[in-house]
Nanobody, 117 residues
Framework: QVQLVESGGGLVQAGGSLRLSCAASGRTFNTYDIGWFRQAPGKEREFVATISSSGLIYNANSVRGRFTISRDNAKNTVYLQMNRLKPEDTAVYYC???????????WGQGTQVTVSS
């Protein structure tokens, strides 16, 4: 089982960029699908982007063309490069992990992203 730690959040002006990192412990990191999700105040957690153990990528429509997910298995890390940020991107961003067709049941503590207008 892996443990996840997010970092890289902060305050940025609209139009700016941030790169989030999700560092994982455990020797089986490369067997996990990793996803980024976010939760804004008063809203449910929503899907942002995922990258499978084989490198398949899925992005939410709201971030397509602005956010890029990638993984470096040698560093046990998944990144979320966020460009052209908008105030509506403001949320706590979480990374999650799952094996194959199982549910998303491993989570980090989250990192706050705030985009000012």
């Amino acid at each position: 089982q892996v443990q996840l730690v997010e970092s890289g959040g902060g305050l940025v002006q609209a139009g700016g960029s941030l790169r989030l990192s999700c560092a994982a412990s455990g020797r089986t990191f490369n067997t996990y699908d990793i996803g980024w999700f976010r939760q804004a105040p008063g809203k449910e957690r929503e899907f942002v982007a995922t990258i499978s153990s084989s490198g398949l990528i899925y992005n939410a429509n709201s971030v397509r063309g602005r956010f890029t997910i990638s993984r470096d298995n040698a560093k046990n890390t998944v990144y979320l490069q966020m460009n052209r940020l908008k105030p509506e991107d403001t949320a706590v961003y979480y990374c999650g992990a799952k094996l194959g067709s199982s549910t998303w049941d491993l989570w980090g503590q989250g990192t706050q992203v705030t985009v000012s207008s």
